[in-house]
């Protein structure tokens, strides 16, 4: 029996569901992404659908640590930390990997059709919005924090979406800036 780290087999899995989606992701598309006989995942994740649920719980881990990390530096100026972030955002989609947000991907799949999807996006997308929330009430002089950070949430997902058809990062990176500027004005 071949040994395999269950971590590098969600990790790899993650990114078949976060390209394909649940719908279009085939068993054989999972054994294809993570390298692992169809007994192997089964006996590891129990289901696709157990599978797909520890992927977005994955993803959500990775993104938040990645994007609370870029915001929780109080040293750095507000607009900095918000462009730092969006760069990220624009950078991520023009790069060679899934495209989009797999939780935004989840959501619009399922619609909130599915309360256990929902319930996962919306952990990920509170997690989100209250690192933005705490960076925006520490260094903001106007506005209220909680719209301001569902503003600047919204903006993400909508460059990722845009970057789809959009490849030019001059073009997106000025919409970023945009949303500095109406968060955090220059001085």
């Known amino acids: ?11 790899a899995a993650m990114r078949v569901f976060w390209e394909k989606g649940y719908q279009g992701t085939s068993a054989q598309d999972l054994c294809d992404g993570t390298g692992l006989g169809r007994s192997s995942i089964y006996a590891t994740f129990a289901s ?4 797909y649920e520890r992927a977005l ?3 959500d881990e990775l993104m938040a640590e990645r994007q609370e ?10 607009r900095d930390r918000l462009r730092a972030l969006l760069a990220a955002v624009v950078d991520d989609e023009l790069g060679d990997g899934p495209r989009g947000c797999f939780a935004v991907n989840a959501a619009v799949e399922f619609g909130g059709r599915d309360p256990v999807v929902t319930a996962l996006v919306e952990r990920s997308f509170a997690r989100m919005r209250q690192a933005l929330r705490t960076a925006i009430a520490g260094a903001s002089g106007g506005g209220d924090p909680a719209v301001l950070a569902d503003y600047v949430h919204a903006s993400m997902n909508g460059l990722r979406v ?9 073009r997106l990176m000025a919409v970023a800036d945009t949303v500095v500027d109406a968060v955090a004005p220059p001085a």
Do not use: H, N, W
Request: hydrophobic residues 35%.
């Open 162 to 170: 845009m970057s789809r058809t959009v490849r030019d990062r001059r």
């Open 69 to 78: 990390a870029l915001l929780a530096d109080g040293g750095v100026p507000l």
């Open 48 to 51: 696709k659908r157990g599978l």
């Open 57 to 59: 719980r994955r993803y």
């Open 1 to 11: 029996m071949k040994e395999f780290d269950p971590d590098q087999a969600l990790d």
